[in-house]
DNA sequence: GTACTCTCAGTTTTT
DNA sequence: CTGAGAGTAC
């Protein structure tokens, strides 16, 4: 080791640091939690501290365990403290909680009774196999989604709870308390197939490290890494920050960086508590606050403070930056979502005429399915955009069923694998056959590979079911053998060849079938990338990033979540209507703490922009092919009136004057705007197409206003009855039936 | 066993 | 409106 730091020259990474980060950076022994608001240089101070660890020799890089959020913040940290430190730098630990538990899981999978090469569960396999166990206990698919239920085990996991572990009072009467058992039997069907889900990389690990038989490993981990570095620590959930304290044990040398008004992901176990937990678990913690924002302009940050502080539950801050006051916010209300994509299309354009970069902008949604109306919309313009987090790469069904042949391949106990593909192409095993091969796997305790195997050597299938299946078995006997002896990309085009699959998809005529074959010829291409296969299925299994070709300018579309730790010069923030943003999911789940989370999620969408900040809403969106009505989200009222410009088409919105249930000032019974033809079919002339109006009967839509706990409506006809009920409107109609809907979501009837 | 038609539930947010 | 799953006709 180096001696101290004190007789080296200073590095040139502390320049431009404040003195807060730079004390955050300095502070390298013992504990240190640095709270920070948004754009305060959290992930800078951790950077410049993890290349200064290593500058000052006070560990290699593979001694330093540096947690991310994504895979790609990971790369981007990789990358930025090669740069700071003039050389790239290999071996480190640098990855999500996920990645770096995987890597430490593979090492040890005998103590938890995997063996190493165990595949890694997406969540559709998830999925499929508790409901294959839900229909073997004979419950009701139906009542209980299986997609609900394995939801609930995996808030489990989230916990670090192994089955021994949840009491029934963790359970609760779901289901009448089967989900336990199901839980049990979920885990062991896993061991079985020689599986594991995202949850169990880290529940596993956590298991290993506490049980005093395996002491050794852990003492491994505590010799071998002497800094523990954390980002977005305000997001870590149970499961992960057990993980995490275990591991510090050793040095105490751990430093996280969060900020709990940034907390989003409460749904998924994240728990702000573990914050406060920290100094607990940590006496002789430091604790450093940045509250200086080096990213937005004053009137960004005003709003954003203005949002937030209608919070209770925080622990407080204020942001203040030198940036000066900047543009004021512009908020606009919009006829609906059409118009909403149609007016941002039109600044996205004015913005680039005055010389603003595409790549400078960003459209920042609440879920996945807003992107589409900016999609098209942007595909008429001709401006390009990309879509970040959208249906990935990895989930689309060609990928899906290559990534199934190679599993299979590669680990022949993959039923999940296997029984997606053995009939994909077609090749006449259907239902029927597959119960026999699962009441023989079953029966035996085999997998169904081997079940395959078992029954072609008997005469219970019939002649032409045995050699196809011979046939399909024979052929992953061969590539299996090939796999140390070819190289893995022609492996894999042969294996596709071979299969049938590829062949396909070519004779598919279909209209998406030759963007399928285009996506798994970039699916083997990708592979020259990885070493091996198997470092490629690791891969595949958990960074699963969408293979952006980030050629020239382009707007970035994203939810909220998906733009955590991102900024940009100009951010649109469309869809401010209550019910979606905040959802009415998240409020009917969680009450209060759901609205708080949602009002973070606020934030940290204003604190995206550094310069421009456009927010909009509309008078109503399509949901379910139908229009239903909105009113302005209570976000839009939280905005300080002195830095909002508001501007409004229809009349519809003027600043303040509208509260939570209030629609004075929003007039829902006004008439659809005038749009030109000319504009809103508007195309680049390259393109040149026809187009269809999409326009479709409707239904003549009907406006509820809702004033405090009275409603009134102008075209539920006569003789229908309308009673409030929390938030839930029960209407009842001549013939005696009765619908309850959400108040905001007053539709179709 | 497959190909077609019909019904019905569903849209948060992600490693 | 879409997509999955169930049901029906070959």
Not at 423 to 449: C, F, I, W
């Amino acid at each position: 080791m180096h001696a101290s730091s004190n007789h080296m020259m200073e590095p040139p990474y502390f320049q431009g640091l404040n003195s807060g980060q730079r004390t955050a950076v300095e502070t390298t022994e013992g504990p240190v939690l640095v709270l920070a608001g948004a754009g305060t240089g959290k992930t800078r101070v951790l950077t410049t501290r993890l290349a200064h660890i290593i500058q000052t020799g006070r560990a290699f890089p593979g001694q330093i365990l540096s947690v991310t959020f994504t895979n790609k913040a990971a790369q981007e940290m990789r990358e930025r403290v090669g740069q700071l430190l003039g050389q790239s730098v290999d071996g480190m630990w640098l990855g999500t909680f996920h990645s770096l538990a995987a890597r430490m899981l593979r090492r040890c999978a005998d103590r938890v009774g995997l063996e190493g090469n165990f595949t890694i569960l997406d969540p559709d396999d998830q999925v499929r196999l508790m409901k294959q166990i839900m229909q073997e206990q004979n419950l009701d698919t139906k009542k209980y989604a299986p997609k609900v239920v394995m939801g609930r085990i995996d808030r489990l996991k989230d916990q670090g709870l192994v089955p021994d572990d949840v009491t029934m009072d963790q359970v609760g009467d779901f289901m009448g308390g089967s989900l336990l058992s199901l839980y049990r039997i979920y885990q062991s069907r896993l061991k079985a197939v020689n599986a594991c889900d995202f949850g169990d990389l880290l529940l596993h690990m956590i298991t290993v490290f506490k049980n005093p038989q395996h002491a050794e490993i852990l003492e491994d981990y505590h010799r071998r890494f002497k800094y523990i570095l954390v980002d977005e620590y305000q997001d870590t959930n149970v499961a992960q920050y057990l993980w995490l304290r275990l591991l510090a044990q050793g040095s105490k040398n751990i430093c996280c960086v969060g900020d709990d008004d940034q907390s989003i992901y409460g749904w998924r176990g994240a728990e702000v508590g573990n914050i406060l937990r920290f100094e607990k678990d940590f006496p002789d913690a430091k604790v450093i606050r940045l509250e200086e924002n080096y990213r937005s302009t004053n009137t960004i940050l005003s709003a954003a403070n203005a949002i937030i502080a209608n919070n209770e539950s925080r622990l407080g801050k204020t942001l203040f930056s030198s940036a000066g006051e900047g543009e004021k916010i512009t908020v606009r209300g919009l006829w609906d979502g059409e118009a909403e994509a149609r007016w941002i299309g039109e600044e996205v354009e004015q913005l680039q005429r005055r010389g603003r970069s595409l790549s400078d902008i960003s459209v920042l949604v609440r879920a996945g399915f807003q992107t589409r109306e900016f999609e098209e919309r942007f595909i008429q313009l001709g401006v390009p955009y990309r879509v970040i987090g959208g249906p990935r790469f990895y989930e689309r069904m060609e990928v899906r069923d290559a990534l199934a042949y190679f599993r299979v391949m590669a680990q022949p106990r993959d039923d999940l694998a296997l029984e997606r593909i053995i009939n994909t192409p077609k090749r006449g095993v259907g239902n029927a056959t597959l119960l026999q091969l699962h009441e023989h796997a079953r029966a035996h305790g085999m997998s169904l590979y081997e079940a395959i195997k078992d029954l072609t050597q008997t005469d219970h299938l019939k002649p032409k079911m045995k050699s196809t299946l011979m046939e399909f078995i024979d052929h992953f006997e061969l590539w299996r053998d090939q796999l140390d002896k070819q190289h893995h990309v022609d492996l894999a085009q042969r294996i596709l060849e071979e299969s049938g699959y590829l062949e396909m998809w070519k004779t598919d005529k279909s209209a998406e079938a030759p963007g399928r074959v285009e996506n798994l010829k970039e699916l083997v291409s990708s592979m020259g990338e990885f070493e091996s296969f198997a470092e490629f299925l690791e891969h595949i299994a958990l960074v699963m990033e969408n293979q952006n070709n980030t050629q020239g300018e382009q707007v970035t579309i994203m939810t909220l979540h998906g733009a955590k730790g991102l900024e940009f010069p100009v951010v649109f923030l469309p869809g401010w209507e209550e019910g979606l943003f905040p959802s009415q999911r998240s409020m009917d789940e969680t009450g209060l703490q759901g609205l708080e989370e949602e009002r973070r999620l606020a934030y940290v969408g204003i604190t995206r922009a550094r310069e421009a900040l456009y927010i909009s809403f509309a008078a109503r969106r399509r949901m379910y092919g139908s229009y239903i009505d909105c009113i302005p989200s209570r976000f839009v009222d939280e905005l300080p009136e002195e830095y909002v410009l508001s501007e409004t088409e229809l009349g519809l919105y003027q600043p303040g004057r509208s509260q939570h249930w209030d629609t004075s000032g929003y007039d829902l019974h006004a008439q659809k705007p005038d749009v030109s033809p000319a504009d809103r079919f508007r195309t680049p002339a390259s393109r040149g197409e026809g187009y269809t109006t999409n326009k479709r009967s409707q239904k003549s839509n009907f406006a509820a206003f809702i004033r405090g706990d009275r409603v009134t409506h102008d075209a539920f006809g006569e003789g229908l009855v309308v009673h409030v009920d929390g938030n839930k409107l029960d209407i009842q109609f001549d013939d005696g039936t009765h619908k309850r809907i959400m108040a905001n979501f007053v539709d179709k009837l």
